[in-house]
């Protein structure tokens, strides 16, 4: 499986992670979106939406989106848990991290330290990403104050789905330091057997 991907996206990081964590090979191909790589003749038809990460199979079928790459990679695995309501809780965190979570916390961190000049540029949109973001930061608090994880009684891929942007909310200026269980739960997470960096390349 080829993965077209991003490095420092932590869209394609939750598929890097995933895969890592399941032990299956990936090819990466770098793109780079700000150069306009995503949006090429021969890119857009692998993905006409002209996003990462996209995922290519040998036989040329394309899966693009990071969370439904992530249940298609993860089905009959631990990660996907096989009890009917934890698995549409596994489905409802990884809604709400694409309409909740990642439109602000992953946007603040883009504009923040990844685009050049990008901080300057949106520096009237940062109020709005981060009030929404650190509501969006409360919700997880609150319910891992009294839950492990967020989907059952084992990390899944709605936890893969959450800490890709989350842990690096500090590079969108979000402080995270006081979200304790936010905190505890990410050492959890990082403790578990495959845990890789978003740096880690297969």
Not at 4 to 29: F, I
Not at 61 to 73: D, G, H, P, V
Not at 93 to 120: D, T
Request: hydrophobic share 40%; net charge negative; proline share 6%.
């Amino acid at each position: 499986m080829r993965l077209y991907q991003m490095q420092d996206s932590g869209n394609c990081y939750k598929v890097r992670l995933a895969a890592a964590r399941l032990g299956l090979p990936l090819e990466l191909v770098g793109i780079d979106i700000l150069k306009g790589e995503s949006r090429t003749d021969d890119f857009l038809r692998r993905n006409p939406n002209g996003r990462v990460p996209t995922l290519e199979f040998d036989d040329g079928r394309t899966l693009a989106e990071s969370n439904a790459i992530m249940f298609y990679l993860a089905e009959g695995t631990p990660l996907l848990p096989a009890a009917r309501f934890a698995r549409a809780e596994a489905l409802q965190w990884m809604f709400f991290e694409q309409y909740s979570h990642e439109p602000y916390i992953a946007v603040a961190r883009f504009w923040h330290s990844i685009k050049p000049g990008g901080r300057e540029e949106k520096k009237d949109r940062f109020p709005e990403w981060h009030e929404r973001g650190y509501q969006a930061l409360a919700v997880m608090e609150r319910h891992l104050s009294t839950h492990d994880w967020f989907a059952g009684d084992a990390c899944s891929i709605a936890d893969i789905a959450l800490y890709a942007y989350t842990h690096v909310a500090h590079e969108g200026d979000f402080d995270i330091a006081p979200y304790k269980a936010i905190g505890a739960w990410m050492e959890r997470l990082r403790a578990e057997p495959g845990h890789v960096p978003m740096d880690w390349r297969p």
